[in-house]
């Protein structure tokens, strides 16, 4: 429920202040942007499943956020920065798929 | 999604990837409120990223937008400004003529002088041409198309064609010609440039109108018709159909050539 509440707040707070991203954090802003639909996804799913868990929800968010800001960072260094994002998608849009496929199985029985 | 490999290894993989990351502890019924506020603010955070990311390609987008516009501005700008510049020297030639009409006039060498001058302005483009004219019309094929694996294309009017119909009419007496409204003169190129004809670096689409002006237009007509130009526009039309007539116009006007082609015989 607070988490619920939160992503209005944000969502709100994002409209009104129209917060600009530093010219540095912009190639991370994809990453991040998949990063946290998938803590979304994975709380929706966990809550249908009834086994949310405050505590997992902060780690996982703040933790899928860190790992690949780091991945790409590192690619970055290494100048294999797009080959890492594109690593980073591909592994959070499976993530992604597969916690919304468990959501429509709980929703539509399907 | 583990039964699409048989492979053990990418099995472990994709499960271990797309792992539910909260089964492996229970739901927590007693959470303490640090734990809470973590939970809301990152919440916040997200919804935060998420709302940046939206606004961020947006703006980027405007920006990219607003550029663009700029950039059209300052080409119709600059437009406007050639057009103005172009009617400036139309205005300063036609001023220029009446100066020098108005200054040979009065005395017998400045009136000769002033005789010759129209007479090699109207011969070299430089101004208007009025007298009894006829027209060359060439047109494609109507079934032209260019032939398979190569740049050879069949039935459509080329350069030279116009070239040599040109040639043929200034053979014929023409005083003066036009191609669709461009004055030809001494220093006028005739090219093909892809698929289009250009005269004098303006493109052309066909028809092809060649307008001349001769004394005896009906002479020149006839004369053209039986040398070189009109066997060859002949010998186009049975080969390859491409479209063509000749005819007598009456008293008509030819415009005088382009300002820029003015100035570049002007350099040399």
Not at chain 1, 28 to 52: E, M, T
Not at chain 2, 197 to 216: E, Q
């Amino acid at each position: 429920m607070i988490p619920a509440i939160g992503l209005i707040v944000g969502i709100l707070l994002g409209l009104i202040l129209h917060p600009t991203v530093p010219l540095w954090l912009q190639p991370y802003l994809p990453i991040a942007v998949v990063a946290a639909l998938d803590a979304v996804f994975g709380a929706l799913r966990s809550v249908l499943d009834g086994i949310f868990n405050d505590r997992i929800f902060v780690i996982s968010f703040l933790s899928n956020v860190v790992v690949a800001a780091v991945i790409v960072f590192l690619g970055d260094q290494l100048g294999v920065g797009s080959q890492m994002s594109t690593g980073v998608v591909v592994v959070l849009s499976m993530r992604i798929f597969a916690n919304v496929a468990a959501i429509r199985r709980h929703l539509l029985k399907a | 999604m583990g039964q699409l490999s048989s492979n053990p290894s990418l099995d472990s993989l994709l499960s271990d990837a797309v792992a539910s990351d909260y089964e492996s502890a229970g739901a927590d019924r007693h959470t303490s409120p640090i734990i809470k506020v973590l939970a809301a603010s990152s919440a916040v955070l997200l919804a935060l990223v998420f709302i940046a990311a939206v606004v961020d390609k947006r703006e980027q987008s405007a920006q990219v937008n607003s550029t663009r516009q700029a950039l059209i501005d300052r080409i119709q700008a600059a437009d406007k400004r050639v057009a103005q510049a172009q009617k400036d020297v139309t205005q300063s030639n036609v001023d220029l003529a009446a100066a020098e009409s108005a200054h040979l006039a009065g005395t017998s060498l400045g009136e000769q002088a002033q005789k010759r001058l129209e007479v090699l302005r109207k011969a070299t483009g430089f101004s208007e041409l009025f007298g009894p004219g006829l027209q060359v019309t060439l047109d494609d094929a109507p079934n032209a198309g260019s032939v398979p694996g190569s740049d050879i294309s069949l039935g459509k009017v080329q350069d030279r064609d116009v070239q040599s119909v040109v040639n043929g009419l200034w053979a014929s007496g023409a005083t003066g010609i036009a191609i669709n409204g461009q004055r030809l003169t001494a220093l006028s190129a005739i090219r093909n440039a892809g698929e289009a004809i250009l005269v004098d670096y303006r493109p052309l689409s066909p028809p092809y109108r060649v307008v001349a002006i001769s004394p005896s237009a009906d002479a020149t007509a006839g004369t053209f018709r039986d040398g070189v130009a009109g066997l060859m526009l002949e010998e186009l039309s049975n080969k390859y159909g491409v479209v063509w007539n000749i005819a007598t116009l009456g008293d008509i006007t030819l415009p005088a050539a382009s300002s820029s082609v003015n100035l570049s015989g002007g350099k040399q």
